[in-house]
């Protein structure tokens, strides 16, 4: 199984991307899907999950800024990030199950 994340990049303060992840390879339904991530010199982080059900979890310092999503068919994870802070820059790994991605850089700067 391999997991493919993309959607990061340079972006000014206040501003949104939306990060994708989709998985490959031969796979049953993952039931926890989520995002990660890691500035330098600071340990990675859970900033969001998303269950089969469709409950969600996020870290506190990006509730209500970001918005967790899945297409269970497509075996896919989405991280709509809004009002972006210099402070989200970070890579953004998204993980389903026990797999992992390679990461996407978040950067946040004018």
């Known amino acids: 199984v391999q997991l493919q994340a993309y959607g990061g990049g340079l972006v000014q303060p206040g501003g949104s991307l939306k990060l994708s992840c989709a998985a490959s390879?031969?796979?049953?339904?993952?039931?926890?899907m989520g995002w990660y991530r890691q500035a330098p010199g600071n340990q990675r982080e859970l900033v969001a999950t998303?269950?089969?059900?469709?409950?969600?979890n996020y870290a506190e310092s990006v509730k209500g800024r970001f918005t967790i999503s899945r297409h269970n068919v497509k075996n896919a994870v989405y991280l709509q990030m809004n009002s972006l802070k210099p402070e989200d820059t970070a890579v953004y790994y998204c993980?389903?199950?026990?797999?992992w991605g390679q990461g996407t850089q978040v950067t946040v700067s004018s």
């Open positions: 390879g031969t796979i049953s339904s993952f039931n926890a």
């Open positions: 993980w389903m199950s026990v797999y």
């Open positions: 998303i269950f089969s059900s469709g409950n969600t």
